[in-house]
């Protein structure tokens, strides 16, 4: 069965503090260390961590812009980051310039625009900045189903969710004295408990509303929560209790967690939610998984995350209801009895954090086995071929098919030649070389996308070549004895730009001891000229040639560097080095039409993002640039030269 796989640590994304002690940092903290303990444990497991961003959330100032986008900047191509809803919601244009290099996953709890303390403005704008991020991120875990079927209203497909809800940390629960064996002690005071941050949503001052009229009645009641985060909410509802005469019997404790909250799970005797919305509820899984019976809202996801034994539920926002609830369970202290046996009950099926990250774990092997990056290549690499077949070098063609003809005619049985191709992807370099050499030829084809291995083989079964696919990570580690002994000549395309100078060394190392040829073609030179000029070309081809050096999966990348960087490594294995100019010719005149004019404009596209990720601040010039440029193209009144090399190495005859 296939399982999640990375090469690079899950990156978890939240706003501020990590540790904070709300529901939503809980879920990321727990869920993280549930997946690096499967890992420790010898299970397959993910390795992840938690990184927090400074700024102010969730309205982005520019130290929350800046820190998300050189957090993403900083990440490995293609590697796979969670973003919590509240860092990423309100920042959509941070995540256009990076999701076409990596795999963003958006994990939302409930979306920003459902806070129930903003105006409609508020309102109408989280809404549009949330759906527009939404629809640059391939992928989306939400915490409840409820949360995934709100998405819909944001324009998010059903097939891009996965739902992986909140698990509890299993903890011995403890009943009171006076709830033995099942009955109950009258004369006690029965001991409410309300954990969440003290907000408006939560509503704590509906429960002391509700408190205020059962004065007659034995209980006392603990709100913990953090204060700091609404201070004016929790000064009114401090200020709520001094009125209503309450002091000594509602108590306010701030956060609390670890052991402390624990201990206070196990004094209680009910726990209530008053919230008017929630995306998932994560405390009602805590209070049951103590057997806690508990007195709870219907509001948003509680619906659903409530409606379980031991839970008594009310209509959100009516404090009537929430009274006769608390009033009828503290009096009835034989019905409160057997809420709790339910609830004891029912806590044998709360789930684990193993459990959440086990869900977790199926979404991701679900999002990789439908990757966007290799649909993004595939389009990519079929908008390209046009251009790239017409910028290839006809000299070094003819170089390489009279060398390989001279080899075969030095055999004494002469043989196909064995050829490989590395980063094969649709198979567009091999069906090119396969009409410049002499046939029957004998092909290699190595990359790491299946699917697009699959591909090539299928486009390339017409020319009659024998063609061995293989499924393979190209790391400097893996070339040592990759190549059959007899093979003739090496082949990639587009590809050594994206590399480290390891990697390289490695090639050479390999293509060295067969004493093949080596034929690397069509890799970005460093320059690109557009006609007509515009004052902020230069800006870009700095920004851009700056990213190149990125590190794209493979170590930090060589860039525009990358054919001299070869040529000197092959030199010193004594191969004779030529090289030669393949440049795109993309614009008027060319008479490819629409898919020069789409190359064309993802190429810029391309451009802009990578330039943003280098420099947040330019992103408003660029972006007007882009503007400027694409108008231009549409009116078929733009030029754009690529520099590209190919370089052909042939080993000395003395070899």
Known sequence: MATFESSHELLFVVPGDPQQNTGGYRYVRELVAAFNQAGALNQPGISARIAGLPGQFPQPDTVALTAMNELLASAAEQSWVVLDGLAMSAMPEILEAHRSRLNLVALIHHPLADETDLSSQQQARFFAAEKRALAAVPHVVTTSRFTAERLRDFGVASDRIHIAEPGVERRASGAPEHFANGTADVAKTIRLLCVAQLSPRKA???????????????????????????????????????????????????????????????????????????????????????????????????????????????????????????????????????????????????????????????????????????????????????????????????????????????????????????????????????????????????????????????????????????????????????????????????????????????????????????????????????????????????????????????????????????????????????????DWQLGEGEGEGEKHAELARQLMQGWVNAAIQQDLDQSTRLKVWLDARERQLAAGALRITVCHEDLLALPSRAG
Request: hydrophobic residues 45%.
């Open 204 to 582: 704590q001052h509906q429960l002391v509303e509700a408190l205020s009229g059962l004065k007659e009645l034995p209980w006392q009641c603990v709100l913990v929560g953090a204060c700091d985060r609404d201070p004016h909410y929790a000064e009114q509802v401090r200020q709520q209790i001094q009125q209503a005469g309450l002091c000594s019997r509602i108590s306010l404790t701030g956060e609390v967690g670890g052991d402390a909250l624990a201990a206070l799970y196990n004094n209680a005797d009910v726990f209530v939610l008053p919230s008017l919305y929630e995306g998932y509820g994560m405390v009602i899984d805590e209070a049951l998984s103590v057997g806690l019976p508990i007195i709870s809202s219907n509001g948003g996801a509680l619906l659903h995350t409530a409606d379980r034994p031991g839970v008594a539920m009310y209509n959100a926002g009516d404090v009537a209801a929430l009274r006769e609830r608390l009033g009828s369970w503290i009096t009835n202290p034989d019905v409160l009895a057997q809420a709790r046996l339910r609830a004891e009950s029912e806590s044998l099926r709360v789930r684990t954090w193993a459990d959440t990250a086990a869900a977790f774990t199926a979404a991701l092997t679900d999002f990789q086995s439908h990757h966007p990056h290799t649909e993004f290549s595939a389009d990519w690499l079929s908008l390209r071929q046009p251009a790239d077949y017409k910028a290839r070098s006809q000299n070094l063609n003819a170089m390489l098919r009279d060398w390989l003809q001279q080899k075969s005619g030095d055999q004494i049985r002469p043989q196909p030649p064995t050829l490989v191709d590395l980063g094969t992807g649709l198979g567009s370099n091999v069906g090119y070389l396969a009409k410049v050499f002499d046939k029957p030829q004998k092909w290699l084809l190595i990359d790491q996308d299946t699917g697009l291995l699959a591909a090539a083989a299928a486009r390339l079964e017409p020319l009659g070549l024998s063609v061995e696919p293989r499924a393979l990570q190209l790391l400097p580690q893996t070339f040592a004895g990759l190549f059959p002994a007899d093979t003739h000549l090496v082949t990639a395309s587009a590809l050594i730009d994206l590399v480290s100078a390891q990697w390289l060394q490695a090639l050479v190392k390999e293509v060295a001891d067969k004493r093949a040829a080596l034929l690397v073609v069509l890799s970005y030179a460093g320059r690109f000229e557009l006609s007509p000029r515009h004052p902020d070309d230069d800006l870009l081809r700095v920004l851009v040639n700056q990213h190149q050096h990125g590190d794209k999966g493979l170590g930090a990348a060589l860039g525009p560097s990358a054919t001299a960087a070869l040529a000197a490594e092959l030199q010193s294995c004594g191969y004779e080095v030529h090289i030669a100019a393949s």
